[in-house]
């Protein structure tokens, strides 16, 4: 019982490691070399698991070895892209200037009632208000309305507005955030002063942040919010 708690936990660490290192996004948004990777990854990291007298160098090798070939591969696709055409799908534009192209859709395997569907999730409930339709390489639909029928920003409506930027968490649960801190160019003495001055302290404070324009948003324990 003890080797297979050990194992796994070894296994976990060395499959984190290696995932980090091949810079792994969320599953949906893996390309397909990524997610036969992945699988291979999960089930020879399985067998010493399960199997307590089956020896870890055996594992280790495999495993090492598809993630070295994970990173080679990624990066000759960065710098031929002839290699990434054979080896990884690319976008397909099923829906161009409104009109449906049939050839893409059925080459993609894609029914009008799919593309439907897609274009829900996205918001809209008109075909006739869909300008441009495009698969990408990750499987996922990405939907460009008419302009018609596309929501106004505030550059439509000629209002002006500063940036604001990122939002950065200065203190989460009560403890300083040292990492933003360094980030913002900023150090906890100083963070203190400004809390200070507000006539509170880290142990009152559950969230504050605050954006690259300087507004500050603080939610105290007590559930009270504060703006500045």
């Not at 994970?70 to 397909?92: C, N």
């Not at 880290?202 to 919010?225: L, P, S, V, Y």
Request: glycine fraction near 6%; charge should be positive; include cysteine.
């Amino acid at each position: 019982m003890l080797t297979v708690f050990l194992r796994t936990v070894i296994i976990y660490f060395i499959l984190v490691i290696i995932m980090r290192l091949m810079g792994k996004r969320q599953l949906g948004d893996l390309e397909l070399s990524e997610l036969i990777v992945t699988f291979m990854l999960s089930e020879i990291a399985t067998y010493p698991i399960t199997e307590p007298r089956a020896k870890m160098l055996p594992t280790l090798v495999p495993i090492v070895t598809l993630a070295l070939l994970e990173i080679g591969t990624s990066y000759v696709m960065l710098k031929a892209p002839s290699v990434k055409r054979l080896l990884s799908s690319s976008p397909s534009v099923v829906i161009a200037k409104g009109i449906i192209d049939v050839d893409a859709m059925r080459k993609a395997r894609i029914s009008i009632d799919e593309l439907l569907c897609q274009i829900r999730q996205n918001g809209i409930y008109d075909l006739q208000e869909v300008d441009y339709a495009i698969l990408e390489e990750n499987g996922k639909m990405s939907i460009i309305p008419k302009n018609a029928h596309r929501q106004p920003d505030k550059a439509d409506l000629n209002i002006k507005c500063k940036d604001s930027g990122l939002m950065h968490v200065l203190v989460s649960d009560k403890k300083p955030n040292s990492h933003t801190l360094s980030i913002i160019g900023k150090d906890e003495a100083w963070l203190k002063r400004k809390i200070g001055r507000m006539g509170l302290s880290f142990r009152e404070i559950f969230c504050m942040t605050i954006d690259d324009a300087g507004k500050i948003f603080i939610q105290k324990t007590n559930g009270e919010q504060i703006i500045r």
